[in-house]
């Protein structure tokens, strides 16, 4: 049987929105609050985060990858809030995402920091109480080794430093520039897609040893998901994109191709790609098949 | 023995803030995301919520109070988080923050924002990964319980939604204006004061009936606490409040003394304090003695 990957992603895709509905089904849909958040989580994303968590627990136990759906949702609500608060006039100031205007921008600014606070709070009240929303969940062990690491990854030592280093391009100033770019990206975009593919695996009592080569798969395709978007920034279609092209020049970011140039950034992400999927070589032919084809696509796609 | 309610909160206050030096020191201080949380993490704040919090698990625990030190934190990142993000420019927009400047005066709002969201997610890691930084600490059946009870009380049905009311006085103009505020500071204040008595008793594995009572204090308290907040903004000394005296008028916000009079809010708070000691009367007289301490303080307290 031959792997449809578009039929996987859009399969997981529709599970996903699935319990992100029903977790916000639970509050009233007229607070402004709570159609903010919708406003955001609900506004099309490619779901890439969860969809790497629940690869990588099929991976690890074929009939239980339900288990990994806390995370999956937490996850999802995580990025939204970075997305929401990254948006904001104090910070990108971006009026469209995913083609939609921006949080800040549909409702208001006040209400743009409340609604990404509440999805990132809101994320660890999934985890704790993952009953009201979901059939199976993990254990309470598991459970609190995923707030541990999910907390980790979104905080001070992962995501939240690496949007703080992104303000500041006078860091770029001083020693080698493509070390910057990349540890930036690790902690901005890398430790958050790398603690999904965990996640997802930590969810289903995954072997240390088989989660470990996940890992390694995981921040070789998180970097090479950035070098592709900032690839993409200058090159892809704005219409695809959902946002405004050569916007990272507008705002004067340190990019891939602004450093390295186009065609040596395109040979990175794909070296990062061939050595993300070889580090997963040894989990098995098929039931690796979903997260090398999604590799594939990460490096690959127009938008 | 006389109890000394100066002493008792002193003594608290090192005690807590040891513990939240120690989270700090674990990150490079030279980092502007590092200072910007110490700036405001240590810049003097009352520490009410885990006094209330140790003062709880005292009474139900003698010898083991200790293990709330972790909630204690937790709580107390998430309250500075909710300061920086209600004194933004597209909130409060308030210059100054118990005598200090904000920190997005300090720093820029850019920094402020993620500050706010790095003090939010850390005090989840704090709860998941004790060790760091505690001698000891709850086990994971009853952290799990904390990061549940936590991440509701600031989250989309607790203070987050409070802010939000708090920024639609809109919701005034239709109905019972008391009801309005009341149920506005319960979100808004409220459910983190009385969390913070829960997670104390909860870290201690108290009764649940002994919790109960002390739930219905905490209830009570808060809202007391946030009268005589109001009181204080029309009569205190800014110098001692640290912020501008009146600036709820400025700011057209709907407080007690606005919808009830002054002399009725005082009275209001004086029968809160008063419901609220006899709420844990029959929890025993000297473990609650600073429970109740607390309790007059909060409603006699002139800044």
């Known amino acids: 049987m031959i792997f449809n990957l578009e039929h996987y992603i859009k399969e997981k895709q529709k599970l996903i929105n699935k319990y992100l509905g029903i977790i916000l089904h639970q509050f009233d849909k007229k607070r402004e ?3 903010a958040m919708e406003h955001s989580l609900m506004a099309g994303g490619k779901r890439l985060r969860p969809i790497l968590s629940l690869a990588s627990a099929e991976i690890c136990s074929e009939n239980f990858s339900m288990l990994a759906l806390p995370a999956c949702c937490a996850i999802e ?33 006040a209400t ?3 609604a990404g606070d509440a999805l990132l ?16 969940y993990p254990d309470v062990e598991v459970r609190m080794q995923l707030v541990s690491k999910i907390s980790q990854a979104a905080g001070i030592m992962g995501m939240i430093e690496g949007q703080m280093l992104d303000m500041q391009p006078q860091i770029f100033e001083s020693g080698d520039c493509l070390t910057h770019l990349k540890n930036m990206h690790s902690l901005k975009t890398g430790k958050m897609i790398t603690v999904s593919i965990e996640s997802g695996a930590i969810s289903v009592g995954a072997d ?29 279609d704005p219409d695809r994109m959902g946002k ?9 970011k340190i990019t891939f191709p602004l450093i390295i140039g186009i065609d040596a950034s395109r040979k990175f992400a794909k070296d990062l790609m ?17 997260l090398k084809a999604i590799a594939t696509y990460i490096v690959n796609r127009d938008h």
Chains 1, 2 share one sequence.
């Open 77 to 109: 609500m995580i990025h939204t809030y970075s997305l929401i608060h990254d948006d904001l006039p104090a910070m990108d100031n971006d009026d469209l995402r995913r083609g939609l205007p921006t949080c800040h921008k549909q409702f208001s600014e």
């Open 112 to 114: 743009a920091i409340l």
């Open 33 to 35: 609050l709570v159609m």
């Open 274 to 290: 061939d050595e993300a999927i070889e580090s997963i070589s040894s989990l098995g032919e098929q039931s690796t098949t979903p």
């Open 244 to 252: 405004s092209k050569g916007s990272d020049i507008l705002n004067k």
């Open 208 to 236: 240390p040893a088989d989660i470990e080569h996940l890992i390694d798969f995981g921040d070789k395709i998180g970097l090479a998901f950035q070098v592709v978007d900032d690839i993409l920034n200058v090159e892809g």
């Open 121 to 136: 709070t809101h994320a660890f009240q999934i985890i704790s109480q993952p009953k009201i929303v979901f059939e199976t």
